[in-house]
């Protein structure tokens, strides 16, 4: 989850997944959270070295969890204000920050609003814009299914990832 910054956002968030059995993981003022079936014990948030503008004011970066003994990231990227250089040479600061610990990894999965575009023809925001990713190293998944909401100005990404079994023994 992305953009859920507040503790009223993040205590209505912890609620609602709470009802439902799920446990809710979110670092304070980062706008990155986790819901899970399972719980979730190792957790790690690494804030971003560079940021600009209203960005600076909150705790941007990624958050790391293992589960089943793969790493997953979520991320929220700098976001476009004014001089659009400027936003790009911040992004490219975070994603190279955010790469040098992916390439450490023999698997992985990435999520989040990148607020870059990668593709054409892929849109997740209403503004036709292809922000938002889920992405894998080595793990098998789903094709990626984007559905509108009235929920928020972000599409939901929907992506079955495929877990190898956890080995017992």
């Given at each position: 989850?992305?953009?859920?910054?507040?503790?009223?956002?993040?205590?209505?968030?912890?609620?609602c997944?709470?009802?439902?059995n799920?446990?809710?993981?979110?670092?304070?003022?980062?706008?990155?959270?986790?819901?899970?079936?399972?719980?979730?014990?190792?957790?790690?948030?690494?804030?971003?070295?560079?940021?600009?503008?209203?960005?600076?004011?909150?705790?941007?970066?990624?958050?790391?969890?293992?589960?089943?003994?793969?790493?997953?990231?979520?991320?929220?990227?700098?976001?476009?204000?004014?001089?659009?250089?400027?936003?790009e040479?911040?992004?490219?600061?975070?994603?190279?920050?955010?790469?040098k610990?992916l390439?450490?990894?023999?698997?992985?999965?990435?999520?989040?609003?990148?607020?870059?575009?990668?593709?054409e023809?892929?849109?997740?925001?209403?503004?036709?814009?292809?922000l938002?990713?889920?992405?894998t190293?080595?793990?098998?998944?789903?094709?990626?299914q984007?559905?509108?909401?009235?929920?928020?100005?972000?599409?939901?990404?929907?992506?079955?990832?495929y877990?190898?079994k956890?080995?017992?023994?």
């Amino acid at each position: 989850l992305c953009e859920v910054f507040g503790d009223i956002n993040n205590h209505a968030m912890n609620e609602c997944f709470r009802s439902k059995n799920y446990h809710y993981y979110s670092i304070n003022e980062s706008g990155v959270a986790i819901a899970s079936k399972k719980e979730i014990s190792n957790i790690n948030f690494v804030k971003f070295n560079k940021c600009i503008v209203f960005d600076c004011f909150v705790n941007k970066g990624f958050l790391k969890v293992i589960y089943n003994e793969i790493p997953i990231y979520i991320t929220h990227i700098q976001a476009n204000y004014g001089a659009l250089n400027e936003n790009e040479h911040i992004q490219l600061k975070q994603l190279n920050q955010l790469n040098k610990v992916l390439e450490k990894e023999k698997k992985y999965i990435l999520m989040g609003d990148l607020n870059v575009e990668f593709f054409e023809n892929y849109k997740t925001h209403q503004n036709g814009k292809g922000l938002d990713y889920i992405l894998t190293k080595k793990i098998n998944t789903s094709a990626i299914q984007i559905i509108p909401t009235d929920l928020s100005d972000h599409y939901i990404i929907k992506k079955y990832i495929y877990l190898p079994k956890k080995k017992h023994g």
